[in-house]
């Protein structure tokens, strides 16, 4: 379904979520057993009777800005001597969550919708003579792409989407979930999970303005989250925009679910604050 309506962006028509429904009423119906998504793209609430049973390693959990090779054959030798060197380009991206980072790191970008598999956004950033694209890391790597310029950004410049990077099965309840244990990387399921339950205590989803991004490091987890103004695409009609927030928290790693719970309450107190 969500492939089918290309002209609009997500938030508009109900989602990432469109894109798995169909999935979810094939595994509910026996038609298959298992499905497998990117974990950035599910709703953050799983279809009743059915689990996320297993992650796979995660990859790059990154974002790219990808360069219009036509326009710039040749890079600058870093993200901000680009950004000195070119002035008001044009990004295409349909995320609120990437759109407002990047204003952050760039006043004079204007952004425009772009929709549709890797493919299709490379070819319309050609054919519509955008000056780049924001596209997840691992979505190139997992294609093969590597004959278009580009920068990554890294946590420090764009928080990422919770889940970015991660390949994972669900399966129906009933489903003997021990077949798929050696498939599983705890370390990449904590994580994972950690910044799921952020999105799920900020009653997000996958197309609010929302980054997470947890990492487990010398026996503690680290996340670090990204909340937008809702109203993002209003602010993005302006040269500057209002200081966006960002938080970052260490725990222990026992309390991998408290630090989500704990984050998401402080966040929604400084918004109410406001």
């Known amino acids: 379904t969500g492939d089918k309506l290309l002209n609009q962006p997500l938030s508009k028509i109900g989602g990432k979520g469109l894109f798995v429904k169909e999935l979810d009423r094939a595994l509910l119906e026996g038609d298959i057993d298992i499905a497998v998504h990117s974990l950035k793209d599910l709703p953050r609430e799983t279809a009743q009777g059915t689990k996320l049973a297993a992650f796979y390693k995660r990859g790059n959990p990154f974002d790219r800005l990808v360069i219009n090779p036509d326009k710039y054959p ?3 030798k870093d993200l901000f001597a680009f950004f000195e060197d070119h002035k008001s380009l044009t990004i295409g991206t349909s995320s609120g969550r990437r759109a407002l980072q990047l204003k952050v790191l760039k006043k004079d970008i204007r952004f425009e919708n772009i ?3 890797i493919h ?3 070819q319309k950033m050609k054919d519509l003579d955008y000056d780049g694209i924001v596209l997840a890391s691992a979505g190139m790597i997992r294609a093969g792409i590597t004959d278009y310029p580009y920068y990554d950004f890294t946590e ?3 928080v990422p989407a919770a889940g970015q ?3 994972v ?6 489903f003997p979930e021990k077949l798929l244990s050696p498939l599983n990387d705890p370390h990449t399921a904590i994580e994972s999970l950690a910044e799921r339950k952020f999105i799920q205590e900020m009653d997000a989803d996958c197309t609010s303005p929302i980054g997470a991004y947890a990492k487990i490091r010398d026996g503690e987890i680290e996340l670090r989250v990204f909340k937008g103004e809702d109203s993002w695409e209003e602010l993005l009609l302006y040269e500057d925009i209002p200081p966006q927030g960002f938080w970052k928290r260490t725990a222990p790693l026992e309390e991998k679910e408290k630090i989500s719970i704990d984050l998401a309450k402080e966040v929604k107190e400084r918004e109410h604050h406001e």
Do not use: E, F, K
């Open 74 to 76: 040749s890079l600058s």
């Open 169 to 174: 099965l669900q399966c129906r309840n009933d």
């Open 115 to 117: 929709r549709g598999n």
């Open 156 to 158: 420090d410049w764009m």
């Open 120 to 122: 299709t956004r490379l």
């Open 165 to 167: 990077g991660t390949l």
